[in-house]
Nanobody, 124 residues
């Protein structure tokens, strides 16, 4: 069973940066791609970014393109989300997720494993 643990959330002013980390353990060979989702207060969980380990293909939501960067360290089984130029609307609980092979990685249904989430709050 894959376990995912996020870290790096916190409070930041608008325009600032944060880097989230997600460490995976336990059967990580079954994780074909890693993703980040977020759930703003009172809203549905939404896709943010994803990384396929094989080939390094990345995917981004339009709302974060050019500001967020997903990367990974396969040797450490860790994926990162560098968030720059943060806006108040980026405030959410951010979740790391792991997927086995699927046809796409931008929807919740593609993911089999989820972390507990880390809070990101951007003040104006």
């Amino acid at each position: 069973q894959v376990q995912l643990v996020e870290s790096g959330g916190g409070l930041v002013q608008a325009g600032g940066s944060l880097r989230l980390s997600c460490a995976a353990s336990g059967g990580t060979f079954s994780t074909y791609a890693m993703g980040w989702f977020r759930q703003p207060p009172g809203k549905e969980r939404e896709f943010v970014a994803a990384l396929r380990w094989s080939g390094g293909t990345t995917y981004y939501a339009d709302s974060v393109k050019g500001r967020f960067t997903i990367s990974g360290d396969n040797a450490k089984n860790t994926v990162y989300l560098q968030m720059n130029s943060l806006k108040p609307e980026d405030t959410a609980v951010y979740y790391c997720a792991g997927a086995r092979p699927a046809t796409g990685y931008t929807t919740r249904g593609a993911y089999d494993y989820w972390g507990q989430g880390t809070q990101v709050t951007v003040s104006s």
